[in-house]
């Protein structure tokens, strides 16, 4: 397939967010100085990244039609089939980008290798022309992602590239009822972590640090392997779930605390919370999905992945 379009998908640099803040650069610069912070530091990282993207803009100009478009508009922009999309940014920018795109090739570019180390960013704004202009022709070889989808019974949907957070805005206990499979259980916890292939290096590992320090401390025998971190391919089959900080009492439990999610076995949540339940995805939490008492979400694979082009 040929791609008639690129879209460039930006991110405003931490210094346009201090200046938002604050007004002016000037203010912004005050605030930073006398907190003791180096405000140099902000003014180089902008210099790159905006240095990094006019370089990259002018040379897909060269290619095809170009649109920019900054990732706070996003949720608004409709892609088309026909788009061929680039990130410049970290990888968090392409997180975001992901959960918009229904099997356009996105194509990551690393704006400043020297301080970014860019797990899903392969490209520098030097080794990215001939990848997009390959691309556009349809030659490409993409790594296809698995994401997770919540589906609420009103038909609302979001989707995951990390992880899905599903509990309450506070740090009160969440209430639900919870189904795997033929087994189920009502739990009052601090929420539910479920990751996919990409997110298991993160939030997921942190899950299993935690316990993996309690086995070795409070274990008879401990052993350094005792709970090593689950590692899922990005491409997997398959989402892990965990409950957090389980709560035991006479109308909850905690023996469904964790386990696989496949296409055949999704995970069924019905909210007990009157107010404040939410479903958030990779750590966006302004954009999450009501889970308040008579909702009820489904929690699989998503039909659509990402396709991060490698070459």
């Known amino acids: 397939m040929r791609y008639e379009k690129i879209v460039l998908v930006t991110r405003k640099t931490r210094l ?11 203010q912004a610069r005050f ?10 530091f902000y003014e180089r990282e902008h210099a790159t990244y905006h240095a990094a993207l006019a370089d990259l803009r002018q040379q897909l100009q060269r290619l095809a039609k170009i649109q920019v478009i900054e990732r706070g508009f996003l ?5 088309t089939p026909q788009d061929l999309v680039v990130t410049i940014g970290i990888d968090g920018l392409v997180v975001n980008t992901a959960k918009y795109l229904d099997g356009q090739p996105l194509i990551a570019v690393n704006p400043d290798p020297a301080h970014i180390d860019g797990i899903l960013l392969p490209f520098t704004v030097d080794s990215a022309f001939p990848v997009v202009r390959r691309a556009l022709a349809g030659q490409y070889t993409a790594t296809p992602i698995t994401m997770a989808e919540a589906r609420l ?3 609302q949907t979001l989707l995951a590239f990390n992880d899905l957070f599903i509990g309450v ?3 009160i206990s969440a209430r639900y009822h919870i189904q795997s499979g033929e087994r189920t259980e009502r739990h ?3 929420g539910i972590i479920i990751s996919t292939g990409a997110g298991s290096t993160g939030w997921l590992s942190s899950l299993f640090n935690m316990a993996q320090g ?3 401390h409070f274990g008879a025998e401990p052993a350094p392997d005792a709970l090593p971190p689950r590692r899922l391919p990005w491409d997997t089959d398959r989402l892990i779930y965990v409950v957090r900080e389980p709560f035991i009492s006479k109308t909850s439990g905690a023996t469904l605390v964790c386990g696989e999610i496949t296409r055949e076995r999704p995970l069924v949540l019905e909210s007990e919370m009157p107010s404040d339940g939410v479903i958030f995805s990779d750590g966006v939490e302004a954009n999450y999905l009501a889970f308040n008492a008579g909702v009820r ?7 659509q992945q990402t396709q991060l082009v490698r070459g």
Do not use: C, K, W
């Open 297 to 303: 979400a489904t929690i699989g694979i998503a039909a």
């Open 31 to 40: 605030y930073i100085e006398h907190s003791g912070g180096d405000f140099v």
């Open 188 to 190: 009052s916890s601090s």
């Open 153 to 155: 019974n009103d038909g």
């Open 16 to 26: 346009e967010g201090l200046i938002e803040r604050f007004n002016t650069q000037a």
């Open 75 to 79: 949720p608004n922009f409709l892609f």
């Open 169 to 171: 805005r506070s740090h």
């Open 214 to 216: 309690m086995l070795q």
